[in-house]
């Protein structure tokens, strides 16, 4: 599953998770933690929207 940042390109994939940022591979979008935000803007999880 992919979700789009609210406020740049960066697409987080669950496959790939942000390995620069301590979150593994296979991480669910759900299960990272609530102060994660946007690798490239530090835009807040909460915006983010799941790709179909």
Excluded: H
């Excluded at 992919?2 to 940022?21: A, L, R, S």
């Excluded at 593994?24 to 983010?48: H, M, Q």
Aim: hydrophobic letters at 20%.
């Amino acid at each position: 599953m992919e979700y789009q940042c609210p406020d740049c390109p960066y697409v987080y994939n669950e496959e790939e998770g942000d390995p620069d940022n301590g979150i593994s591979p296979g991480t669910k979008f759900e299960d990272l933690p609530v102060n994660w935000v946007c690798p490239i803007c530090e835009a807040k999880k909460t915006g983010f929207e799941q790709q179909e």
